[in-house]
């Protein structure tokens, strides 16, 4: 299941950033499960990753190789996390850097490796390296949608977002900014999502990328929660190769940052339209808050209760749910009698009890639509944030207790 | 669906509190829904509540008569638990007080009123209310069963326990302590359960009393959890009727609360075992921390991740999603290589990784219990907590999708 009926948007390519995906059979024969992605040499790269104690391998070597080089390549593959792997696990990550390397005449700090699925099984390397050469002669510039499926899990489709604009109106040139994601379970990410690539031509120095890249994820994947369960694994990388000539600065960084925000924020509600099980794509926002600490605790604990998540899978516009969550969000002095609800325009909740004005066949329409949103405002401050999230149904429970057989 | 098979307990009666049960019809005809419980005058109580910020009218009127009398009368219903339901909510809660005060000749402030069931619905009044006389008519020593039966709501079968035991070695005579409670589903409690009732004889004055009811409460109710939604409507409320003869004091305090703890921790393991669609019991046992803040943390983050939820339903040893849920509960500079992880005795993780020793086979034993206990051991320190929690299954989904209809 899955929500939402967008096509597949068209992948511009971005200049200096090619892609190479091959089928090594890491977990499932014939299944593309193995990428390469090729920088220009003089790219920018900005990376957040999980922030789970149990990171995985490949997350602990990408960390240390960005720490000294500029990365020229990233290795990902999916079926297997190489993840509580300990020892070995570190071996195996830094072993399948420096075959890239060696093949690609780099050294193995500027690889960068990534890793996705099956948590606590050793890396099948021979598998892996094997596998190398031919993802090496597939890399393509034009080669995106193939990425996109090969780093797929449990996902039940390919994730991408890419756009073009005109920095400057006087001039016909563009800046390309394409990406793709994957990741539809465990998912809350906590500075990054499950993977994430996303590739521009503008040339920016490395500060002002991590900058932007940090401005962006903290409107887009660091709002999602399909079951709360944060990833071993979650890895999002922005590079910029700089092929198109044009320099984002201060004049034009705002720009810049908009752009890439939309970029972010599709493949971030690609994400949860595609969550596990999903059967409604939910913006939970809430205005009116002191600060966005607490908006954002309201937000998650409405997201994440499985009531409410069960009440939207049923269309139950049980709002009762809504304010229980609400009410144990921790808001410290809540004036409960000034909250009110929304559930798709439809007022449900004022002055913290049922809206006169509501009637439950109104609030049956409002949940009979695929795309919920669950206004809540608490009427003290005027920050809002939003989270997105999905229902809890039947198939979570199913996908999630089958995972492993 | 609910776990183990032990047998409705003896319940011992109490001296001086009465219990009597009638079916008013509030939700459902014929089902028993309405409890009075009558105290010896010279009873000492002590309670606590949700700490929910939308708590529900009945539960801001015990407050209110808690804070300036000893109460005569508890009256509790099922059905419907007059929460969201703003000013008439509350005059109605005070109003259920004010016709069992007339009916029993003592005042309004001497009854605390008890609700559970449905969020949102204004509350039968009529209906409720003509029922009081039977209720009062029905009150008895020996009526625990019933009692226990009418509080009730998406529960499968009633809870109760009951012990006598003999303050001194020397004499002949018991305190007998003997308790109710219910609860399946919106359940992380904060200082109470849904709601639960306990009475002894024994005689103990009301600031001792208090006392032992928060040690017992944060050792029982205060450590479980099937959804982590905590409700509107918990409370939890401990009598002592003295009708004994027996005085707890500062000598024999200990011994009263180790019996007490003993009736707490049966009354809300046997919420535990009957949460809603559960097939397993589980013990998240967290040892080696710094402070019990942590060990909780750790506790509950792993008892409440869906993933590790689900996993159990399907008896599935992935300890990988034991693993990420430690990683991300928040405990600073965790050093991960020195976590290991038991399920039953089954030893899976040490050093932050797979154990040598383990195997599937092993694993897949362990998780075919019913009862699973999960062992994390910190090795940071020496402070140990436990929580109890359930499986996530298809049922739980199934009853919290359909429950209003």
Request: some cysteine; aromatic content about 6%; proline content about 3%.
């Amino acid at each position: 299941m899955a929500t939402g009926t967008k096509p597949f948007p068209t992948m511009h390519p971005v200049a200096g950033f090619k892609l190479g995906t091959t089928s090594a059979g890491i977990k499932t024969v014939g299944r593309k499960d193995l990428v390469v992605m090729a920088l220009a040499p003089d790219s920018t790269v900005a990376a957040v990753f999980t922030q789970n104690a149990f990171c995985a391998a490949p997350v602990l070597v990408s960390r240390q190789h960005l720490s000294t080089h500029t990365p020229r390549y990233l290795l990902i593959n999916t079926g297997n996390a190489n993840a509580g792997t300990g020892e070995q696990g570190l071996l195996d990550a830094q072993r399948s850097c420096d075959s890239l390397a060696e093949l690609q005449g780099v050294s193995a700090q500027q690889v960068l490796p990534f890793s996705t699925g099956v948590i606590g099984e050793p890396m099948p390397m021979q598998t892996l390296l094997t596998a190398l050469p031919a993802a090496v002669e597939a890399l393509d510039e034009n080669a995106w949608v193939d990425a996109a499926e090969g780093i797929l899990t449990t996902d039940t489709r390919a994730k991408g977002a890419s756009l073009q604009y005109r920095p400057n109106a006087a001039s016909a040139e563009l800046i390309t900014i394409t990406g793709i994601s994957k990741g539809s379970g465990m998912i809350k990410p906590n500075m990054a999502t499950m993977l994430g690539f996303v590739a521009t031509d503008a040339e920016i120095d490395a500060e002002l990328l991590h900058h932007a890249l940090q401005r962006v994820v903290n409107k887009s994947f660091n709002r999602i929660t399909v079951d709360s369960d944060t990833s071993t694994n979650d890895s999002l990388v922005l590079v910029a190769t700089g092929a198109s000539g044009i320099t984002i600065d201060e004049c034009n960084f705002e720009q810049f940052v908009t752009q890439l925000e939309q970029v972010f924020i599709e493949l971030a509600q690609a994400i949860i339209r595609d969550g596990e099980g999903a059967t409604k794509f939910v913006a939970v926002e809430v205005d009116g808050a002191l600060d966005s600490a607490e908006a954002l605790k309201v937000a998650y604990t409405v997201a994440e209760s499985p009531l409410v998540k069960t009440a939207l899978a049923a269309s139950d516009a049980n709002w009762g749910r809504i304010l229980a969550a609400v009410g144990r969000a921790g808001v410290e002095n809540l004036d409960v009698s000034r909250v009110s609800v929304s559930l798709n325009q439809v007022l449900i909740v004022e002055a913290g009890g049922r809206a006169a004005s509501y009637t439950e066949a109104a609030g049956e329409q409002a949940m009979a639509a695929e795309d919920i949103s669950i206004h809540i405002s608490l009427n003290r401050g005027t920050v809002e944030e939003t989270v997105w999230t999905t229902d809890l149904t039947y198939e979570y429970v199913r996908i999630n207790a089958e995972y492993r057989t």
